[in-house]
Each structure stands twice: as structure tokens, then as C-alpha cells.
């Protein structure tokens, strides 16, 4: 499975995006959707999850209650972003695993990355 992540951008701090992973083909009910970020020079950094089968949903701590990931059909899985703040910037990726994990390295699957950047 491929996956297409889109929808970054540049936002001012406070505002809000919506990012969207789009699946090449059917997300199976085993997996578990992961959403990651990178700053460059840094470690990739886990910022969320969804078990397909369930729709439940984990979060970072940075970005709890200010980020949230949901699914649409059965190919696409979107991070909507609220309340963006200048350490949000980052390029996010979406990621598929058939494990409940936060561990970049149990997702088999990555998309391309998209862009954010906040401006303060």
C-alpha cells in the first residue's frame, strides 16, 4: 500500500490544518494509521494513531487536545490541527503498521511528507 499525505502549508499560530493520507489501495481493519513529524537535524517524532478497526485513537502529549485523527472511507486518514504553534513546524507523514505502537520503526508503510510551517 502507498500512501499520498497532502494538505500542509503555511499557517499563522492559532490557526488550524488539515492534513489528508490517501491509501493506494483498501486499509485493511488490522491496521493501525500512525501520524509522525520530522524537524530537520531531529529524530522523527510519533504525534498520533488510529486502529482502523475501532477508530480508536492515541495521542503525544504535545499535541493533546489540540490534534485529532480521524478515518474517511476505507482509504483515507486525516490529522486535523488546531491551535498551531511555531514548534508544530515540522514535515508530517502518515504511516501504516499492523501494530498499536508509537515507534516509527513498527510502521512498514510511509507516505512522502507534507510541509507544515507555523509562523509566530
Known amino acids: 500500500v502507498q500512501l499520498q499525505a497532502s494538505g500542509g502549508g503555511l499557517v499563522q499560530a492559532g490557526g488550524s490544518l488539515r492534513l489528508s493520507c490517501v491509501a493506494s489501495?483498501?486499509?485493511?481493519?488490522?491496521?493501525?494509521m500512525g501520524w509522525f513529524r520530522q524537524v530537520p537535524g531531529k529524530e522523527r517524532e510519533f504525534v498520533g494513531r488510529i486502529r482502523w478497526s475501532t477508530g480508536r485513537t492515541d495521542y503525544a502529549d504535545s499535541v493533546k487536545g489540540r490534534f485529532a485523527i480521524s478515518k474517511a472511507g476505507a482509504d483515507t486518514v486525516y490529522l486535523q490541527m488546531n491551535n498551531l504553534k511555531s514548534e508544530d513546524t515540522a514535515v508530517y507523514y502518515c504511516a501504516r503498521s499492523t501494530q498499536w505502537s508509537s515507534y516509527d520503526g513498527d510502521f512498514a508503510s510511509w507516505g512522502q511528507g507534507t510541509l507544515v510551517t507555523v509562523s509566530s
Open positions: 489501495g483498501r486499509i485493511y481493519s488490522s491496521a493501525v
